[in-house]
């Protein structure tokens, strides 16, 4: 058993079952024990590898994007650069680096702000801005980033934050929890709950029994957060995450160690725990606090339609065939279909403060 399981197995015997949201909640950011508090998990030595890690290519496009979405919208100043959940730094490196080619006087102006609540993480995103970390703050919340014209990045954020379950059963849905079994081990239960039955797809009379519908109010907190700045403030919003592109049904609850699955309960605060994103949620969260939506596509599509394939071609050119190959390789890790590629599997999601056209979304609204 882990420390963290001894401390949740302790606080269920002294307060009840718990919450998915609060086990969620507690893996990942128990300040004594949780997962992101005192683990290293990215990269191969850790428990999964991320965009940016694979290439540079990812960041780049993301810097393409940026500046389109800067020029689409006047070319504004007084510019924010953000980006919450930042890993190790990678992704915004990349992407200034862009910047800087393409839109100098963006990179020159803008001040940039990294959301991040851990310090362990804090520390890797400055050695890896090293060069530019006069220039970069720091905040504990998206609320602390000043006002002005935002051009915002999250990626593989929204998937680690809590979710609640609720299952149908006969008697109507219950909320799913965890709780001890005869043994004292960490096991799932049901237990009473309640939730917008709205939110549903479909007709709560249609549902069948043991299906089970996610809902995370702290990701419809964020994106209204996210929304209201740019409604008031301007600029763009880019949240690129593994889920489905339509509100459904299922169990999505997952953890990961050391590049495996891992059962959600079998090693708390030291497997990454995560859960997959519903977009149409996001959009709807966004289109209600007066954002421009648009239409969500695969991160594929958006690669591609940036230029990932012209630019590694580019990368490539008079390297070694070796090199050439694991240029390759990234993209179709990146911008793939099938095992082991994001190309499908990962959804982007962009909004704006006021109606644009930012390549390579589609101009409708979603």
């Known amino acids: ?25 507690l893996c990942l950011a128990d300040p004594d024990h949780g997962y992101y508090q005192t683990r290293e998990p990215f990269g191969q030595a850790g428990d999964f590898v991320t965009a940016p890690e694979i290439s540079q290519l990812f960041g780049e496009m993301i810097g393409v994007f940026l500046v389109q979405a800067w ?35 963006l990179y020159s102006s803008a001040t940039i702000h990294m959301v991040e609540t851990s310090e362990r993480l804090r520390n890797a995103q400055r050695q890896t801005l ?15 980033v000043p006002s002005g014209f935002t051009l915002l990045v999250a990626n593989e954020l929204f998937d680690a934050i809590p979710i609640r379950q609720f299952v149908k059963t006969p008697q109507g849905f219950m909320e799913r929890l965890v709780g001890l079994d005869d043994s004292g081990a960490l ?31 702290a990701r419809t907190a964020i994106m209204q957060a996210v929304a209201a700045k740019l409604v008031r403030d301007g600029g763009t919003a880019l949240t690129i995450d593994y889920g ?10 997952q ?31 966004a289109k209600a606090a007066g954002a421009h939506v648009h239409r969500p596509i695969t991160q594929g599509d958006f690669l591609v339609g940036l230029g990932i394939v012209e630019r590694a071609g580019a990368l490539g050119t008079g390297r070694d065939r070796l090199t050439q190959a694991t240029i390759s390789d990234a993209v179709n ?5 099938g095992e082991g590629r994001m190309g499908a599997l990962f959804k982007v999601l962009a909004i704006s403060g006021k109606p644009a056209r930012i390549a390579p979304f589609d101009p409708q609204t979603a």
Do not use: C
């Not at 890790?333 to 279909?337: I, M, P, S, V, Y």
């Open 187 to 217: 096991a799932f239960g049901l237990g009473p709950g309640a939730f917008d039955t709205s939110l549903l797809p479909i007709d709560e009379a249609n549902v069948r029994d043991g299906e089970v519908f996610e809902i995370s109010p």
């Open 333 to 337: 890790r990146l911008a793939g279909e």
């Open 1 to 25: 058993m882990t420390p963290l399981a001894e401390k949740i197995v302790n606080l269920i015997r002294q307060s009840g079952p718990l919450r998915i949201s609060d086990y969620f909640a």
């Open 244 to 253: 489905h592109l339509t509100s459904g049904f299922g169990d999505t609850l």
């Open 130 to 144: 090293v060069r530019m970390k006069q220039r970069v703050n720091w905040h504990d919340a998206f609320e602390e």
């Open 71 to 105: 020029h689409a919208q006047g070319s504004p100043a007084n510019v924010r650069i953000v980006e919450i959940g930042p890993g190790r730094g990678t992704l915004m490196s990349d992407a200034l680096r862009v910047i800087a080619k393409l839109a100098p006087e």
């Open 255 to 285: 953890a990961v160690f050391q590049h495996e699955y891992d059962p959600p309960l079998q090693r708390p605060g030291e497997a990454d725990l995560t859960s997959h994103v519903d977009f149409q949620a996001l959009a709807e969260t």
